[in-house]
T-cell receptor, first 113, second 114 residues
C-alpha cells in the first residue's frame, strides 16, 4: 500500500518567518493530497489540498507544491503567526482504494512570538 | 456546525472491559473511518466502512471490531480493552470514491485503559 513520510516531526520558527513541511509518497496512483491542521485538543481540519494535475496551489499565506515525478509535496506557510502553531498532517489518496487516505506522522509547528 | 460527532471526549475503562466508541455524521457520507492517533505514529487506520453493514480492515484492526447498522453511525468496539489501546481515537467521514474531498473529522475520544 501507500507509504507517506513527513518531515520534520517538529519545527520552531520565529513569528513572521516561513515554515516548510515536506512529505513523500510511494504510490504513483495517488492523485489527491490534502493537508490538515490540528490545534491542541481539536479535530484535524482541512486547510489546503492539491490534485495530481496541478503543480502548485495558494490560499493567502499557505501554499502547497507537488512534484509528481519525485513523488513529494510540501506545505509552505509564509509570515507565520502564533495561531499557526499546531500539528500539521499531510495525506495521500490512492485512487484505486475507496477514498482511503494515508497520513504522514505529523509535524508539530511552534511559532515563537 | 458540528458534522461528525463522537459521543465521548474522554473515557476511562478497565482492562478487559468491552468498550464502545460511537460516531455519528449528518452529511450523508458513504464512507466512515476510525483512526487512532499516537505521538510519533500519526494517524493509523483501524477500520473503515464504505456502506451500511460493510466494513474493511485497516492497518491495525487487531483487538477491534466495528458496526455500521445505519449510514450515519459507525461504532468502534474494543472487545476486551487492554492498556496498549490507550490512545486518541478519531472518527472521520467522506463522500465516496470519485468525489475528491478531504475527510471531516470528529473531535476525538481520548481513551485511557487502566
Amino acid at each position: 500500500g501507500e507509504n507517506v513520510e513527513q518531515h520534520p516531526s517538529t519545527l520552531s520558527v520565529q513569528e513572521g518567518d516561513s515554515a516548510v513541511i515536506k512529505c513523500t509518497y510511494s504510490d504513483s496512483a495517488s492523485n489527491y493530497f490534502p493537508w490538515y491542521k490540528q490545534e491542541l485538543g481539536k479535530r484535524p481540519q482541512l486547510i489546503i489540498d492539491i490534485r495530481s494535475n496541478v503543480g502548485e496551489k495558494k490560499d493567502q499565506r499557505i501554499a502547497v507544491t507537488l512534484n509528481k515525478t519525485a513523488k513529494h509535496f510540501s506545505l509552505h506557510i509564509t509570515e507565520t503567526q502564533p495561531e499557526d502553531s499546531a500539528v500539521y498532517f499531510c495525506a495521500a489518496r490512492v485512487f484505486t482504494v475507496r477514498n482511503q487516505f494515508y497520513f504522514g506522522t505529523g509535524t508539530s509547528l511552534t511559532v515563537i512570538p | 456546525d458540528v458534522k461528525v460527532t463522537q459521543s465521548s471526549r474522554y473515557l476511562v475503562k478497565r482492562t478487559g472491559e468491552k468498550v464502545f466508541l460511537e460516531c455519528v455524521q449528518d452529511m450523508d457520507h458513504e464512507n466512515m473511518f476510525w483512526y487512532r492517533q499516537d505521538p510519533g505514529l500519526g494517524l493509523r487506520l483501524i477500520y473503515f466502512s464504505y456502506d451500511v453493514k460493510m466494513k474493511e480492515k485497516g492497518d491495525i484492526p487487531e483487538g477491534y471490531s466495528v458496526s455500521r447498522e445505519k449510514k450515519e453511525r459507525f461504532s468502534l468496539i474494543l472487545e476486551s480493552a487492554s492498556t496498549n489501546q490507550t490512545s486518541m481515537y478519531l472518527c472521520a467521514s467522506s463522500e465516496s470514491m470519485g468525489v475528491v474531498y478531504g475527510y471531516t473529522f470528529g473531535s476525538g475520544t481520548r481513551l485511557t485503559v487502566v
